[in-house]
């Protein structure tokens, strides 16, 4: 099984909500990634968890509050966001917890709409 | 500042042909690079790795190359076809002195018509 599956495909949501996004991968990877992707742009890291824990954080805003319960899940917990917020998130896993060496699988992402 | 760049003007080209897709990269030196296919509203594919002390990988109908002097890239996708389509991202990963993020290029569409 090489999915990445991510849950909801699409979101929308007020500025006062408080929502979350899930993200599950049973590939046995170590690493797992948030990213996030606005339209006709690359795909920007956000964080990067490495054996369950918090590695990289690329100084993004507190509204956005990452979470790894385990080493199959990867949670992204949304409040307060703006509506330039509005894009699409995608999930990542890779073998190597330093995500170096090895190919990144990625999700079919959540497309997210603030209001 | 660590920059990876790509030709963001979309290359069309004829159904049969070779493309070749460029990614350059500026100011530091990335151990691995990467190749990926993005659909519209999807997440990206993984292609093809090479690593700095390789010159040339391929897989079926894509080469890849990796040239240190130059500090560039080549894609080629050759006999294309319509169904690839698509937006192709570079991403660089890791320097050859420390762990360095992982960097996406900006992507060039390509477009086949038959």
């Known amino acids: 099984d090489t999915e990445v599956t991510q849950t909801p495909k699409h979101l929308v949501m007020g500025m006062t909500n408080k929502k979350s996004l899930k993200c599950e991968q049973h590939m046995g990877h170590r690493a797992m990634y948030w990213y996030k992707q606005k339209a006709k742009k690359p795909p920007e890291l956000m964080f990067v968890y490495s054996y369950e824990k918090l590695s990289i954080n690329e100084s993004v805003p507190s509204r956005f509050s990452p979470e790894c319960p385990n080493s199959s899940l990867l949670n992204l917990h949304l409040h307060a966001l703006q509506p330039e917020d509005s894009a699409l998130y995608l999930c990542?896993?890779?073998?190597?917890?330093?995500?170096?060496?090895?190919?990144?699988?990625f999700g079919p992402g959540t497309r997210l709409t603030v209001t | 500042s660590q920059k990876i760049e790509q030709n963001s003007e979309a290359l069309n080209i004829q159904e049969g042909k070779t493309a070749t897709l460029t990614c350059n990269y500026t100011?530091?030196?990335?151990?691995?690079l990467q190749w990926y296919r993005q659909d519209p509203g999807r997440g990206p594919v993984f292609l093809l790795l090479?690593?700095?002390?390789?010159k040339e990988k391929r897989k079926e109908r894509l080469k890849v190359t990796f040239d240190t002097t130059l500090k560039q890239s080549l894609f080629h996708i050759t006999a294309s076809q319509p169904a690839d389509s698509a937006t192709y991202l570079c991403?660089?990963?890791?320097?050859?002195?420390?762990?360095?993020?992982?960097?996406f290029g900006a992507g060039t569409q390509v477009v086949v018509t038959p």
């Open positions: 991403a660089s990963s890791g320097t050859t002195d420390s762990w360095g993020k992982f960097q």
């Open positions: 090479i690593r700095e002390n390789e």
């Open positions: 990542a896993s890779s073998r190597d917890p330093g995500g170096v060496s090895y190919e990144q699988y």
């Open positions: 100011n530091y030196s990335p151990a691995y």
